[in-house]
């Protein structure tokens, strides 16, 4: 019936803030005889779009859960993130490319882009944080698309990065050769600076944690202060403050905020942990 969509031919992915504008979506991709649709479904606040996800995740074929041997523990959570930052292109063609905009994709489902700049050499400087990513990602792309005035946007360059070449790195940055999807297309198509880190983290069941929370929530902060002080990198350092702050919420003694975000909080918490690491 039309209105309903079928979870058993359903994958459900991410949907960055920049990509509408707004948080708190995400999307269903709907595969079946040959038919692809794509339904994207935003909700009211944070803990609404959670709750949704996970009552989404047990029916859709990417994120259903695997069984696991009796041997190991039942409740082991397996959380995949994926961090990307756009920083510049290079040599663009100003025919075929004079307005462009960065689409990021996960296994060429759109979830993030940039700002729309100018040939021949656009800076974007923007970055893309996508957390719980399903399990079946095994690739990400970074497609230029022009801004047309009057006709259709058209996707002109793009860059495949696999995961696996960033599994067991700390991050990636460097220049990538663009390829035209236009295979007739010639010369060069210029070149993209983008920097990309992948994080896959096995996650205990909850009793496992109970001695490290009684040492996070010790009133004198002496525990995590010893944390900020040892995680010297600064892309520890916002996945760090997110996980503290997780545990401060879920035990009820975070600080005020005025705003009710949890993106924006995180960012508050990242910048005051920065100042006292610095």
Request: with cysteine; net charge neutral; charged share 25%.
């Amino acid at each position: 019936p039309k209105g309903l969509i079928d979870l058993s031919y359903s994958s459900l992915y991410p949907v960055h803030d920049s990509f509408f504008g707004r948080p708190n979506c995400f999307q269903l991709v709907l595969r079946a005889l040959n038919h692809e649709s794509v339904y994207y479904i935003c909700a009211d606040n944070s803990d609404q779009a959670q709750e949704w996800v996970l009552a989404l995740k047990p029916y859709c074929t990417n994120t259903q859960p695997k069984k696991t041997p009796k041997c190991t523990f039942p409740t082991i959570t397996e959380l995949r993130s994926l961090q990307v930052k756009v920083f510049e292109a290079r040599s663009l063609s100003i025919k075929h490319v004079p307005h462009p905009y960065c689409i990021v994709s996960l296994n060429s489902v759109k979830v993030a882009r940039t700002q729309i700049k100018e040939a021949p050499d656009p800076c974007w400087d923007e970055e893309f944080f996508l957390d719980d990513i399903p399990p079946d990602i095994d690739t990400f792309q970074v497609s230029i698309f022009n801004k047309g005035k009057r006709s259709k946007d058209t996707e002109v360059l793009s860059l495949t990065i696999n995961l696996n070449e960033l599994q067991g790195v700390e991050q990636c940055h460097e220049w990538y050769n663009l390829q035209p999807v236009n295979l007739t297309t010639k010369g060069n198509c210029g070149s993209l600076r983008c920097q990309a880190r992948y994080l896959h983290e096995i996650i205990m069941p909850l009793e496992k944690y109970s001695s490290i929370k009684e040492l996070v929530l010790t009133k004198d902060l002496e525990t995590v202060l010893a944390l900020c002080s040892v995680s010297s990198n600064g892309n520890d350092r916002i996945p760090l403050a997110n996980a503290l702050l997780q545990i401060f919420r879920q035990e009820r003694q975070e600080a005020p905020s005025n705003g009710n975000d949890r993106r924006s909080e995180e960012r508050r918490v990242g910048k005051e942990c920065r100042s006292r690491w610095s």
